[in-house]
């Protein structure tokens, strides 16, 4: 599977780097854009929805979307479509 994460943390208090970190715990990754990663994993939504949101606060914001076989189009570097491409399942 392929989730889009975006989010906006808004609590000082947040551990980013603890959200980060838990983020590439995935199979994959690709960071290109501010706030915004791509993870490939064998893991469901649901599982990575409540990895996340267990180390944000209530103020700060998750979006996670599978992006598995969607259409794409955008204006990113080769190797961000390269890295797509090759995680394709």
């Known amino acids: 599977m392929i989730y889009l994460i975006n989010y906006d943390i808004k609590t000082r208090d947040t551990d980013k780097n603890r959200f980060i970190n838990t983020i590439k715990s995935a199979d994959g990754w690709w960071h290109h854009l501010k706030d915004t ?13 409540q990895k996340l949101i267990n180390v944000l606060n209530d103020n700060d914001s998750l979006l996670i979307i599978d992006v598995t076989g969607q259409e794409r189009n955008g204006w990113l570097p080769k190797k961000a479509w390269d890295w797509l491409n090759d995680n394709e399942e």
Request: aromatic residues 16%; proline residues 0%.
């Open 37 to 49: 990663w791509i993870i490939s994993t064998n893991e469901s939504l649901e599982d990575w929805n």
